[in-house]
């Protein structure tokens, strides 16, 4: 096959999806301007490598990053004149099926079934919390973004994601309302949660302060843990500034359970300000989030089979 006419490897992208019979589906495509050939090999059980055979990478090489929860990361290399590998990491194992589209561009969909993170969350309870509401509007940016208000989509993402992964969320408050601190942790009480998560911004008279940044009670090893794991994924996701993680002084969090404030931005940045009023970062941060929390509860059953 000459290199001018070879099949050249033009796009890779990824979607979570529904299966047919509701499994819930990592996908990735990648589409090339003819059929090639390829073949899977299973390198371990979170790293698969796909090789097609007289393609030509028509793309940067190197990493393209999806942390959609099951999906790391790909990198894409060409091998020689007439071989590309696509390799996929994993977070967690998983099944995978491959399917060429004749369709143009043509595509090879690549299917990877979810079900390892609906395992982990089954039976699980989290309480997601969108801080303030009613007269308590929290921050507010320079064009008047009210934190009350921007939390309350993120908070309606990650909901949907847990309940998609399978576990029992709750919502402190579901519109503008005004809803006091005790009654959130009793609400948490109540539910018998595992995970409490209120959703924030940060705020500060300096304008040029950016960044995102997770706290958790002061003295609680299990919330820390929590935090680190959540911030690393938020940032990684939003690919904000990373202002670490704290403890939270006032008694707003549980000491009963991990618990976890994360500001996700700080709104009185008008770069960041701009970038909360679109859906796509209020979509990744709740993605953020919850990978944070699928590591957290995936290291804690880790820990509990070795013991």
Known sequence: MSYRKSPRITNLWSKVADGEKSEWLSKLFIESTKPFDYSLVRVDDKVIMLRCTGAILNMPEGKISINDGLVREVWLKQENSDSTSVELFLDQPAEVKLAALEVFPFRLE?????FYLTKLFSGKTIII????GGKDTGGRGPV???EKDVVMPIAANLQKIFKRAGAKAVLTRSGDENISTKERLEKARLERADIYISLHTHACADGRVSGSATKYPAGSIDSKILATYVQEELVKKIKVADRGVAEEREPVLPLDLPAVMVEVVTITNIVEEVFLRGLTIQKR???GIFNGIRNYFAVRQSDLKVS
């Open 110 to 114: 690549i299917t990877l079934d979810r």
């Open 129 to 132: 919390d969108p801080a303030h």
């Open 144 to 146: 008047s973004l009210m």
């Open 285 to 287: 941060a709740a993605e």
